[in-house]
């Protein structure tokens, strides 16, 4: 898994992990 | 302790499926940090916006902020509890978070709500394996 990978994805990609991987209420 | 590649993940300690960690410590005190997984993929930390002591946090709630190259990351707490103390030398180099999140790189210490701290609705480290392979496969 690449270091930093965050920055490396588009806005898009990373709404969409970030809501499905580190759910928050 | 799992590992999935570069990443491990203790098996003293529970897991949140937002990538939190609550330790229990001693009488009515619970470590807070984050695992190896959100510290990958955000690179060097920046920043982190915490709260104070004294203020009650929600399972599943925001319990911080992470800032990182002009993004932020919330995450959740693992449990229900009060803010007693704050790592400081996290808080000032939080850029530390890279070389140890689970020791020198607790971020908060909690007083939980209840004697059921860290059993509800948190993972053991080989169930948190299995989600953050999860989440591997899906980048």
Known sequence: LMEGIAKYLSEAQWEQFRKRYFPVA | VSRIGPIVLPADRYYHPGHTWAKPV??????????????????????????????????????????????????????????????????????????????????LKVRPRDEQCCVANLFASDLAKKWVELAIQDL
């Open chain 2, 26 to 107: 001693g009488a009515g005190e619970v470590l807070v940090g984050l695992d190896a997984f959100a510290r990958r993929i955000v690179g060097d930390v920046r920043a982190i916006d915490l709260p104070s002591p004294g203020e009650r946090v929600e399972q599943g709630r925001r319990l911080w902020t992470l800032r990182f190259d002009g993004r932020a990351l919330d995450q959740p707490a693992p449990l229900d509890g009060e803010v007693i103390e704050v790592n400081e030398e996290i808080l000032r180099h939080p850029e530390r978070l890279r070389e140890d999140p689970y020791e020198r790189g607790w971020i």
